[in-house]
């Protein structure tokens, strides 16, 4: 089944202790997206990458980092997680000649306290 | 910059009523418009889309036309179930940008008494 694959799905953490949100998806796609989602706000784009090794900020880069070192996982890295980055993760991929939207994954409620 | 503002819920109907959910768009260019729907608990999923002016995008008993006269781009169903009760996402993308992310709107939630 193509999908898009996040884990862990509900994560509570503390501030300071760095986590990573893990992103697999299997339909060969080239672009990859991490957004945020939180009330009123709806979706902001966090990171993007258009291939392997090609990444670059979207709308809300502050306090997360990405990396892209294969095609099929995209990461997202919080090195010191604060409060304010309390909200629902989601990450979605989609192939570069589509023009039909993204995929996206179940999402990742993350809560740091 | 490119923007969509939908408008506010929640939205509250009785099952086989019709619905409308207005959604308008600021973008430089063509850009490619799209509904997503996210259940209770789940990741959003795309519900329809329109690539360019006049086209319209159906699924499921909904549909949406792209009306580049009024930047518009508003879902309606003609008789909404208890299923339908969800958050409903417009989003742009713009086609020639670098960047390549979808501008969401704020989401309206729609809830189906039956």
């Known amino acids: 089944e193509a999908q898009v694959t996040q884990n862990p799905r509900y994560l509570i953490t503390v501030t300071g202790k760095k986590l990573t949100v893990t992103c697999s998806q299997n339909m060969n796609h080239e672009y990859m997206s991490w957004y945020r989602q939180d009330p009123g706000l709806g979706l902001r784009q966090i990171y993007y990458?258009?291939?392997?090794?090609?990444?670059d900020k979207g709308d809300v880069p502050e306090g997360y980092k990405v990396s892209r070192k294969e095609k099929r996982n995209f990461p997202l890295i919080l090195e010191s997680p604060s409060p304010n980055q309390t909200s629902l993760y989601f990450c979605?991929?989609?192939?570069?000649?589509?023009?039909?939207?993204?995929?996206f994954g179940s999402g990742t409620r993350l809560t740091v306290v | 910059g490119n923007s969509v503002t939908q408008m506010e819920g929640p939205v509250t109907l009785s099952e086989e009523a019709f619905l409308t959910i207005n959604c308008t768009y600021t973008a430089t260019g063509y850009p490619s418009l799209f509904w997503y729907v996210q259940y209770p608990g789940e990741g959003l999923q795309l519900l329809l889309k329109a690539t360019k002016a006049d086209d319209k995008g159906s699924n499921k008993g909904f549909e949406a036309t792209y009306r580049k006269e009024t930047t518009s781009f508003h879902l309606e169903k003609g008789s909404v179930q208890v299923s339908d009760s969800a958050v409903y996402f417009c989003a742009l993308s713009d086609r020639g940008g670098a960047t390549n992310k979808l501008i969401f709107g704020t989401g309206t939630l729609l809830a189906v008494q039956p």
């Open positions: 979605a991929s989609r192939s570069r000649t589509a023009q039909y939207g993204y995929t």
């Open positions: 990458s258009m291939n392997v090794e090609v990444t």
